[in-house]
């Protein structure tokens, strides 16, 4: 089993839509939890960071659920610059502090 | 957020010529430094970990004799693949560990294409 995994897409999904996805981990030792989005081509970019009490930041919402092991993200009112791959991140002890990369989902917003 | 820079941001090299990658964090002092990898369609994978004034952490299955990391400074990380092959194509992508507030940050580089001929 992956530490971290992710349904892999793609999302298509119609301007001004919502959309959410989940990542599930492994680890119940973790501790911190990133939201990454990463364009075709280029270097992940830190979207937010994952609080216990959940957290939103404009349109997007991410939430953590430690009993079940997942995180989740939340895309309000989809732009069509949302389109990108997004990167599920956990970081723990037990890794040595490194992160552990799931293998992303693609969301594809579609005119 | 803070800024990590990678030169050169692709290279094409000739198979067994060695190859030098430099990552440098630009507006903050950086004590360990990531070097990830990432083939088409794949997640990012760590390949070591890099920690200034001593030596690299490799991760299993990773040759420290091939991927050659030295830290030199609080700023700055290089990888320089040695013997470059075909199969080492790929996109190479550094990150450096800040402390904000709550929880540790990484951030990362703009990547380095790596082509193998």
């Known amino acids: 089993r992956k530490e971290v995994e992710q349904d892999p897409g793609p999302f298509n999904v119609p301007e001004g839509a919502t959309v959410a996805f989940n990542c599930t981990y492994s680890?119940?030792?973790?501790?911190?939890f990133f939201w990454y989005r990463q364009d075709c081509r280029k270097e992940p970019k830190l979207l937010m960071s994952?609080?216990?009490s959940g957290n939103e930041d404009g349109r997007f919402t991410a939430q953590l659920n430690r009993a079940s092991q997942y995180i989740s993200l939340l895309i309000r009112d989809s732009k069509l610059s949302d389109s990108a791959t997004y990167l599920c991140?956990?970081?723990?002890?037990?890794?040595?502090?490194?992160?552990?990369f799931g293998g992303g989902t693609r969301v594809l917003v579609k005119p | 957020g803070a800024v990590v820079s990678q030169h050169p941001s692709w290279v094409i090299c000739k198979s067994g010529t060695s190859v030098k990658i430099e990552c440098r964090s630009l507006d903050f002092q950086a004590t360990t430094m990531f070097w990830y990898r990432q083939f088409p369609k794949q997640s990012l994978m760590l390949m070591a970990t890099s920690n200034e004034g001593s030596k690299a952490t490799y991760e299993q299955g990773v040759e420290k004799d091939k991927f050659l990391i030295n830290h030199a400074s609080l700023t700055l990380s290089t990888l320089t693949v040695t013997s470059a092959h075909p199969e080492d194509s790929s996109f190479y992508i550094c990150?450096?560990?800040?402390?904000?507030?709550?929880?540790?940050?990484?951030?990362f580089g703009p990547g380095t294409r790596l082509t193998v001929l």
């Open positions: 994952v609080y216990s």
């Open positions: 680890n119940s030792a973790s501790q911190s």
């Open positions: 990150s450096a560990r800040v402390n904000r507030g709550r929880t540790d940050t990484q951030y």
């Open positions: 991140v956990v970081n723990g002890p037990a890794a040595g502090n490194k992160l552990t």
